[in-house]
């Protein structure tokens, strides 16, 4: 039998064979900064809204998975200052056959990343909970290395010399590992995204991250329980710094490990 050519990563996903490790579907992050979040809720009808992105010329809903790993560019980090980041924690098991489209990094910065190769050759549709266990275990093993931001592949991207996609993956994690110190981004160049074209608000909902200066107040709290369905709400330290994305970060990972396993 004549191997199939392996051009994508969605080829890797189908053709590749390995034994897929005993992996936990991870949670997915909503993360945005709270003035745009807060645009993305429509609350008489208790859903996200999904938005146009010129990207895909979709409307589309975008989650981190696992962990909410993203570094603003320079133009809007003042922007966050005024308007800290928010993260949305949603259990992904039940809704893991709805998922739109899976791109194996942060598709908005995607120019950052310098790669001259189709973003589509970076995406899987059709996803399960097979494929995303069979990506983790090719890519980092296991969960602790995915959510560590460190690629630890199993598979030799010399015997795929067709498949520029996996070449350029590798590449950016083994950039990101060694930490080069003229890199334009961060762990997110190798962060899975998950792609929805609606989700309700509360349906999964596990915990929302805000901003500490957003609690202030007992009528604060009462407010953020009634949108969020009394779902747990957990601040995180702000700061006058863009590093408050940092906190968050920091926070969210720290809700996931409290998760039953």
Not at 101 to 126: A, H, P
Not at 167 to 195: M, P, S, V, W
Request: aromatic residues 12%; proline residues 5%.
């Amino acid at each position: 039998m004549i191997r199939p050519l392996i051009k994508s990563i969605t080829d890797i996903v189908e053709y590749v064979d390995v034994k897929i490790n005993d992996v936990e579907i991870l949670p997915i992050c909503h993360t945005s900064r709270w003035d745009k979040l807060i645009n993305d809720i429509n609350i008489s009808e208790s859903e996200l809204r999904a938005r146009k992105n010129d990207d895909y010329d979709e409307k589309l809903l975008f989650f981190f998975y696992g962990k909410a790993k993203y570094i603003p560019s320079e133009d809007v980090k003042n922007e966050y200052k005024k308007y800290p980041p928010f993260t949305l924690i949603y259990d992904l098991n039940d809704k893991i056959e709805e998922i739109h489209r899976l791109v194996v990094f942060d598709s908005g910065g995607y120019k950052r990343y310098k790669i001259e190769i189709d973003l589509k050759q970076f995406e899987i549709k059709n996803c399960s909970s097979d494929k995303l266990k069979k990506l983790i275990t090719i890519f980092f093993k296991n969960n602790e290395n995915y959510l560590n931001g460190q690629m630890t592949p199993n598979i030799d991207p010399e015997h795929f010399p067709l498949c520029g996609a996996l070449h350029e993956y590798c590449r950016l994690g083994d950039d990101i590992k060694n930490k080069r110190h003229d890199l334009e981004y961060g762990e997110q160049a190798i962060t899975f995204e998950i792609q929805f074209t609606n989700f309700h608000l509360h349906e999964k909902l596990l915990t929302a991250v805000i901003p500490d200066t957003y609690l202030s107040s007992d009528s604060s709290k009462e407010q953020f329980a009634a949108l969020f369905g009394n779902k747990k709400v957990v601040p995180f330290p702000t700061d006058t710094q863009i590093h408050s994305y940092h906190n968050m970060s920091n926070t969210v990972k720290e809700e996931i490990d409290k998760l039953p396993k």
